[in-house]
């Protein structure tokens, strides 16, 4: 059974740039996260979706990140413009549902550089 | 949510039994005690999870005592496969049985030859 699939690996832009990232989630999985990780830290949660709707983006910089999933299957993760503090290894993680403590299941991760 | 403590680093000989201690002093009643590990370049795996006293699966123990207030990752006989960040997490409880994950900055454990 494939995991959660992530694209791209690895992308290196201009600052003020546009980059988006994508996510496919285990089949069945209603919740889907993404996670930005900075280097030595732990991943720090950008938004989580049950389904479609997104049930938590507080930490979600909103003038220049956004999200969406549409269909409630695949999600984009998107940054516009990019500045050089994006620089980081953003993760997307899926979960059985939000009713259960299931285990989530991460993604391998794109690791964006912003020069 | 509730906060939690591990120590940032610690060093094991292969074939040792490896403790990692987790505070947890304000989790909440529903709350679950999780742990994931995290090699270099890739994303977090879940390890194990528990509500109290004690559960092992084929990779690891869980000790939580009866306050709660703290938990422990027992990795027996380690391997220099095992070195890896250690993330220790508790649901923050919102809601019935939504689970929020939020990490800290983990246990980095290296396994020396």
């Known amino acids: 059974e494939a995991g959660v699939v992530q694209s791209p690996r690895y992308k290196i832009i201009e600052k003020k740039q546009p980059v988006a990232f994508w996510c496919n989630p285990i089949?069945?999985?209603?919740?889907l996260y993404w996670y930005r990780q900075n280097l030595g830290q732990g991943p720090e949660l950008l938004i989580r979706?049950?389904?479609?709707?997104?049930?938590?983006d507080s930490q979600l910089p909103k003038d220049r990140f956004s999200a969406e999933r549409l269909k409630g299957v695949d999600s984009t993760l998107k940054i516009q413009p990019a500045e050089l503090g994006d620089s980081a290894v953003y993760l997307c993680?899926?979960?059985?549902?939000?009713?259960?403590?299931?285990?989530?299941?991460f993604g391998q991760g794109t690791r964006l550089t912003v020069v | 949510l509730a906060k939690t403590t591990q120590p940032i680093s610690m060093d094991s000989y292969e074939g040792q039994e490896v403790n990692i201690t987790c505070s947890h002093n304000?989790?909440?009643?529903?709350?679950?005690i999780t742990w994931y590990q995290q090699f270099p370049s890739q994303g977090p795996r879940f390890i194990i999870q528990?509500?109290?006293t004690k559960v092992t699966n084929e990779v690891a123990s869980l000790f939580i005592p009866a306050d709660r207030k703290s938990s422990t990752l027992s990795l027996p006989r380690v391997s220099l496969s095992d070195t890896a960040v250690y993330y220790c997490?508790?649901?923050?409880?919102?809601?019935?049985?939504?689970?929020?994950?939020?990490f800290g900055k983990g246990t980095k454990l290296s396994v020396i030859p």
């Open positions: 089949s069945g999985h209603n919740t």
């Open positions: 304000n989790i909440a009643t529903n709350d679950y």
């Open positions: 528990g509500y109290k």
């Open positions: 997490l508790v649901g923050d409880g919102m809601g019935a049985g939504s689970y929020q994950l939020t």
């Open positions: 979706y049950e389904n479609e709707e997104a049930v938590d």
């Open positions: 993680a899926s979960s059985l549902n939000q009713l259960t403590n299931t285990e989530a299941f």
